[in-house]
C-alpha cells in the first residue's frame, strides 16, 4: 500500500496500462506500485497533483474493485476518470479521435457523469455504451450506433453508477482505437480468463498460428500505442469542475 499521504488524489482507471502509460513523460513523479489486488498500479505528480494511474483488466467488476482498493486509502477523492481506449460508433470517428462522455447507457440505465471538464481542448462528446464484453465487429458496433450512441467501452458507465452512488466526482475521457466499421484483429472474447482479464498467452499462441492474425495485431497494437500518446496529452490539458446542478 502506498504511503496514505495527506491531499486528494485523481484516480485515472482504464482495462490496460498501455492505455496509461505515455502519462509518464507529462510526470514530475511515476513509480510502480504494488497491490495485491490491482493488476498494474502507478502513482505520478502531474501538474502538481497526485495521480493513481490503476489497470485492472476489462469489464466493471474489474474497474470497480480497482476504485474500492484506492478508497481503502482513507484519502479524499478529488476525481475519478474513467480513461482508456474505446470503440467508434459513429462513422465518422477516426483512430486517435478523443471523445468525451455526456452520459452512459449501462444495460437499461441510462446515467450522467458527476463531473464535467470545466476546461479541455476541442473533442467530440456523446454517449458512452458500456458493454459487458468487448465489441469485436463491424455489425455489433454500427447497430449500437443506430442508437446515437457515440462510442463503446467496458467499464465508464459501471464506473459512474459506482461513483454516482457515492457522490464522487466523476468524468469519461477516451481514445478511438477502431472505427464502427472495421473489425478487430481478433475476436478478444475468446481470450479472456474466469476473472474477465485477457489470457494474453492465448492470444499469443493464436497469433503465432496464424501469420496474417500476427500482422494485424502487430499493426493495431501501433495503433493503440499512438492512441495512448494522444490520450495522455489531452487529459494533462484537460480541467476538471463539478456539475452545477
Avoid at 482513507?74 to 460508433?89: D, K, M, Q, T
Amino acid at each position: 500500500m502506498p504511503d496514505a499521504g495527506a491531499g486528494p488524489i485523481v484516480a485515472v482507471i482504464a482495462a490496460e496500462a498501455i492505455e496509461l502509460d505515455s502519462l509518464r513523460r507529462h510526470a514530475s513523479h511515476w513509480e510502480v506500485v504494488d497491490w495485491p489486488g490491482v493488476e498494474s498500479v502507478r502513482r505520478a505528480v502531474i501538474g502538481g497533483a497526485d495521480w493513481f494511474l490503476l489497470a485492472n483488466g476489462p469489464g466493471v467488476p474489474n474497474a470497480c474493485a480497482a476504485l474500492q482498493e484506492v478508497e481503502s486509502m482513507g484519502r479524499p477523492l478529488s476525481l475519478v476518470v474513467s480513461a482508456g481506449f474505446c470503440g467508434a460508433l459513429d462513422p465518422a470517428l477516426e483512430p486517435g479521435d478523443i471523445v468525451r462522455a455526456t452520459d452512459f447507457e449501462l444495460e437499461a440505465d441510462a446515467l450522467r457523469p458527476q463531473a464535467l471538464l470545466s476546461a479541455a481542448p476541442p473533442a467530440s462528446q456523446g454517449r458512452y455504451w458500456t458493454l459487458d464484453h468487448v465489441a469485436s465487429t463491424a455489425a455489433e458496433k454500427l447497430a449500437l450506433g443506430q442508437t446515437g450512441a457515440k462510442a463503446v467501452d467496458m467499464e465508464a458507465g459501471g464506473l459512474a453508477l459506482y461513483c454516482g452512488v457515492r457522490d464522487i466526482p466523476f468524468c469519461a475521457v477516451k481514445v478511438v482505437t477502431d472505427r464502427a466499421d472495421e473489425d478487430l484483429p481478433l475476436d478478444f472474447n475468446r481470450y479472456r480468463r474466469a476473472d474477465g482479464r485477457f489470457d494474453r498467452a492465448a492470444i499469443a499462441r493464436a497469433a503465432a498460428l496464424r501469420p496474417w492474425v500476427a500482422w494485424k495485431l502487430w499493426t493495431f497494437a501501433g495503433r493503440c500505442r499512438r492512441a495512448s500518446a494522444v490520450l495522455a496529452d489531452y487529459l494533462v490539458e484537460c480541467r476538471f469542475g463539478e456539475i452545477a446542478e
